[in-house]
């Protein structure tokens, strides 16, 4: 079996928008469409009138606003946190409704073509291209601070280990990806499985319970994503 064909797999079926190139899934479009716009919405409806005392959706955006300042100063430190701050509230944020997402909406209500809407994180597609976007994000900030200086961070504290660094920036990424779809699908599945089962009152515990871990997988991959950045403009000496 090659490359090309092992690329070709697919567990279960896809809703596909093809070109001639590219084949992408539509229902993880379509939901993550979604999100970015419910997110756009409760933001400028949270902002569009601001008060002096906060009350309603103003209330919820400043205390997302504050969580997410107070999780980018602690993970990149006081002087440079504030020009990451709209990087990681965006990857919290998207991850965060979109795991909530897929507990509380009946996606699957709605018929398809082909393959099922659920929540875009339990496509490893997507999980796969937010840690992309992660490694990017601290790449640029080390080498935009450090200019070609920052690759010397590779053969610290001794020329040796130079294969072991190269080999963590490529598990940084895979590790992000597979912590969180693995488990949003795992947890997805588990419900899933048990309202068939067994429909009344006994899935319940378990749906508060991945409300719960949803939000907690939201908060590390932020975290996560605030401290590799933070490991790449910190001073090596």
């Known amino acids: ?7 070709s797999l697919s567990v279960g079926q896809h809703l596909y ?3 001639e190139s590219l084949a992408v899934h539509g229902e993880t479009l379509l939901t993550s469409w979604f999100i970015l716009l419910a997110i756009g919405i409760v933001s400028i409806l949270g902002n569009s009138n601001l008060q002096s005392i906060p009350e309603g959706l103003q209330n919820v955006t400043e205390f997302a606003l504050e969580f997410i300042r107070d999780v980018a100063k602690t993970q990149i430190g006081e002087e440079e946190h504030k020009e990451w ?17 897929g507990a509380l909406l009946p996606w699957r209500v709605i018929e398809l073509p082909n393959g099922e809407l659920g929540a875009p994180t339990n496509d490893i597609n997507t ?4 840690a992309l976007l992660t490694s990017i994000a ?31 920036d490529f598990t940084k990424p895979l590790s992000l990806c597979f912590r969180l779809f693995g488990n949003i699908l795992a947890d997805e599945l588990v419900v899933g499985v048990l309202l068939l089962l067994v429909p009344l ?5 378990l749906m508060l319970l ?7 997988q939201a908060l590390v991959f932020a975290t996560l994503a605030g401290a590799y950045i933070g490991e790449s403009l910190e001073d090596h000496h």
């Open 1 to 7: 079996m090659n490359l090309a064909t092992i690329a």
């Open 17 to 19: 928008w093809r070109t």
């Open 85 to 101: 701050i709209p990087f990681i509230g965006t990857i919290f944020l998207f991850i965060f409704v979109s795991n909530w997402s």
């Open 127 to 130: 999980t796969a291209a937010l």
């Open 138 to 168: 601290y790449f640029y900030a080390g080498i935009s601070k450090k200019g070609i200086g920052y690759f010397k961070r590779y053969v610290e504290p001794a020329p040796f280990l130079l294969p072991i660094n190269v080999l963590e």
């Open 201 to 205: 009152l006994v899935p319940i515990p």
């Open 210 to 216: 991945g409300l719960f871990t949803s939000a907690i």
